[in-house]
């Protein structure tokens, strides 16, 4: 079995922004924010070793599966914690006595939360229930949950949060910008803490990320790190008849190092399906055992080892909070651009791109990626092109 290094760093490991964040008093409403790398999600669990420490009742909360499963490892035994909207039903209904109530299905078959309906519910709640103290509450990439979510927690009775943020890195519809979590839990900017070193990224790799990002200073990006030697990004446009040679290239790269956990990050389901079949059949000269090849979507959800090494093949809004060795982002030319909001596709790119510790490859179909083509950096210092 080949392991990597994946463990929470020690206090004393810690800048003096991040000591500020870790000894933010245990009660109270606290917002941490900063870019990709600067170790929002590290705090956030240190916070939750605190609650453990001290006996207290809290929640760690995500936005989705897999990175609770990543957050579970990382932490070790007896984080608890879950996605937030399996939480939030669960707790609704202990407190008001009934369901959450949902809107229709959507095309997808899943049923969102009706937001409106939840706060009449709420606000016609007796003020003095019986239904228990309100737990702390710890919440990972704060930013991917709605502001009713959060104004919807206050209502409830819920005092105190520790919420960790870049609304830089939204990637859902539903989501909160820092302004509307500030205001929801009635902070004051200035007791806010921003985050700025990069302890992730290889600098090429930051530098391609910060082509991405779109200029919003609520959440300014992380200081770029100390320029050293590394490999530029590599963008491959490839014929789409020859997806076995991209495939056997990222089989060829895994087998060099079976330590390192490589991301292929995809558009959409259709793509996470090709790639995750193609690496699985296709045949390559390997000189170390075939590395473990996994997915993770929906229903399927694997017990993904975050410490060892192999290729986890997920779509984009399955990233989140992730960390690989390197990254692949397969078939970029499938990504929606919309010329009316760019600033989406960006931010989708800009969350991929930062997944990656030291190495990031794209592949775009030949003849395709016209779209794209709009958002991706032209200089090749930062992004170099390559035609198979």
């Known amino acids: 079995m080949t392991r990597r290094r994946f463990e929470l760093p020690g206090i004393q490991d810690l800048t003096k922004e991040q000591e500020a964040a870790r000894a933010l008093p245990r009660r109270g409403r606290h917002l941490i924010v900063g870019g990709p790398g600067t170790g929002k999600s590290v705090l956030a669990l240190i916070r939750a070793r605190r609650h453990h420490r001290e006996r207290d009742d809290y929640r760690f909360l995500v936005f989705n599966h897999l990175l609770h499963r990543a957050s579970v490892q990382l932490y070790g035994d007896g984080l608890a914690g879950e996605t937030w909207q399996r939480w939030f039903r669960t707790a609704f209904e202990r407190i008001a006595k009934r369901p959450v109530p949902l809107l229709p299905p959507n095309p997808q078959g899943f049923e969102a939360e009706d937001w409106g309906r939840i706060e009449e519910l709420v606000e016609a709640l007796p003020p003095d229930g019986d239904d228990g103290p309100r737990p702390f509450l710890v919440i990972d990439e704060g930013q991917d949950m709605p502001p009713a979510?959060?104004?919807?927690?206050?209502?409830?009775?819920?005092?105190?949060?520790?919420?960790?943020?870049?609304?830089?890195?939204?990637?859902?519809?539903?989501?909160?910008?820092?302004?509307?979590?500030?205001?929801?839990?009635?902070?004051?900017?200035?007791?806010?803490?921003?985050?700025?070193?990069?302890?992730?990224?290889?600098?090429?790799?930051?530098?391609?990320?910060?082509?991405?990002?779109?200029?919003?200073?609520?959440?300014p990006p992380p200081d770029l790190p100390p320029r050293e030697a590394g490999h530029v990004p590599q963008l491959y446009v490839y014929r789409p008849e020859h997806l076995d040679r991209v495939c056997r290239a990222i089989l060829t790269f895994a087998d060099r190092d079976p330590r390192q956990l490589v991301g292929v990050i995809a558009p959409h389901n259709g793509v996470r399906e090709r790639?995750?079949?193609?690496l699985r059949g296709v045949e390559a000269a390997l000189d170390h055992p075939r590395p473990r090849i996994e997915t993770f979507h929906g229903a399927h959800r694997p017990a993904v080892a975050f410490d060892e090494g192999g290729i986890l093949v997920i779509n984009a809004q399955a990233c989140k909070g992730l960390e690989f060795d390197a990254v692949c982002l397969a078939d970029v030319d499938e990504h929606r651009v919309d010329p009316r909001d760019p600033d989406a596709a960006r931010r989708r790119f800009y969350v991929m791109v930062a997944r990656a510790r030291e190495r990031v490859f794209l592949f775009m179909k030949r003849g395709a990626g016209r779209a794209v083509e709009a958002i991706l950096p032209r200089d090749p210092e930062t992004l170099q092109r390559g035609e198979w």
């Open 149 to 219: 979510f959060y104004a919807s927690l206050v209502d409830l009775g819920f005092e105190d949060f520790f919420v960790v943020a870049d609304q830089n890195q939204q990637l859902t519809e539903l989501n909160s910008s820092r302004q509307e979590i500030e205001t929801c839990l009635d902070l004051d900017t200035d007791d806010v803490i921003e985050l700025r070193r990069n302890f992730r990224n290889q600098y090429r790799v930051a530098k391609l990320a910060r082509a991405f990002y779109t200029g919003d200073p609520a959440s």
């Open 275 to 278: 790639y995750f079949e193609m």
